[in-house]
């Protein structure tokens, strides 16, 4: 009985791929072997969503964050930048952007969601504050789908969006998790703030995005939490689940990315040392805006 139960589960979730692309669940497990492939077919239209991130980083990549503080100088140097999954794009804007929608990301970074976007027929506009980033994005989005380039905009989000009068079907970001990967020394770049300067520029920032939004549209951040420099959690997750409330917006979902452990077993001695859990998952924060 086991095993027929055990086949019939994996045969309804087979059924759930073929509509949902993954099961619409509350936790994404990205070590599944669909996933990692899905993930390895979009790598390989060559995507590089590192390059044009030269900067002062702390993290082992958006698969595994891990605090700055458990690394010296030395070892931080040998860290990689955080790349976004492409195959959690696809899936998140399966599931919440109508076909051939428009999105906003306010907090754009790198190429991939950008990319993923036009490559699957939406509209994407993303707002970054360094040139050199948006440079790169562009260059790698003109090899990749040279007939509907992506829209990405040079400059601080809480004054470019004051600029922008379209509105739109989904706003979704992954945005700086505080300080924990400095990207510029740029006036405007929350990464390089205090947490109190951080969070009223945020706040500012994820208020105006949801007025661009389309009523019934969904607004989805990526997060996880950070420690500060006396390993405490600062409360990320929470501030940033009462800025969007705050900009009117209804708190409607939240699933757990479960990430690849990757190097946490090395790290998890050391940081029980100190009674602290590696962490191996991200929060993926879902809104609606209703009227």
């Not at 955080?82 to 990301?105: K, Q």
């Not at 400095?182 to 703030?193: R, T």
């Not at 500060?228 to 969007?244: L, S």
Request: proline share 4%.
């Amino acid at each position: 009985m086991a095993l027929d139960l055990w086949g019939q589960e994996i045969e309804e979730n087979e059924l759930l791929r073929d509509k949902f692309i993954e099961p619409p669940f509350s936790i994404l497990d990205t070590k599944t072997g669909s996933w990692q492939k899905r993930k390895k077919m979009w790598s390989l239209l060559g995507i590089k969503s590192e390059v044009g991130r030269d900067c002062k980083l702390f993290s082992m990549g958006t698969s595994s964050y891990t605090n700055k503080e458990e690394y010296n100088d030395k070892e931080s140097t040998k860290l990689n930048t955080s790349i976004f999954d492409p195959a959690l794009t696809e899936v998140l804007y399966h599931w919440f952007c109508p076909e051939g929608g428009t999105i906003l990301d306010p907090f754009a970074g790198g190429s991939v969601r950008g990319i993923v976007a036009n490559y699957l027929g939406y509209k994407y506009t993303g707002i970054d504050i360094r040139p050199e980033q948006i440079e790169s994005n562009y260059e790698q989005a003109r090899v990749i789908v040279p007939n509907n380039l992506p829209n990405w905009l040079t400059g601080d989000s809480d004054k470019v969006l004051d600029e922008i009068f379209d509105t739109f079907d989904l706003l979704f970001s992954c945005p700086p998790y505080a300080d924990l990967e400095v990207y510029s020394e740029l006036p405007g770049d929350i990464s390089n703030m205090n947490y109190p300067e951080f969070l009223l520029s945020y706040r500012s920032i994820i208020n105006k995005a949801c007025r661009q939004l389309n009523d019934g549209g969904y607004a989805i951040f990526v997060v996880g939490e950070v420690r500060d420099k006396n390993g405490n959690y600062i409360g990320f997750v929470p501030d940033t689940i009462d800025a969007f409330r705050d900009a009117g917006m209804q708190f409607y979902n939240e699933a757990i990315l479960l990430n690849a452990i990757a190097s946490a077993s090395m790290r998890a001695n050391g940081n029980m040392k100190n009674k602290k859990l590696v962490k191996i998952h991200q929060n993926v924060l879902i809104f609606k805006k209703v009227k």
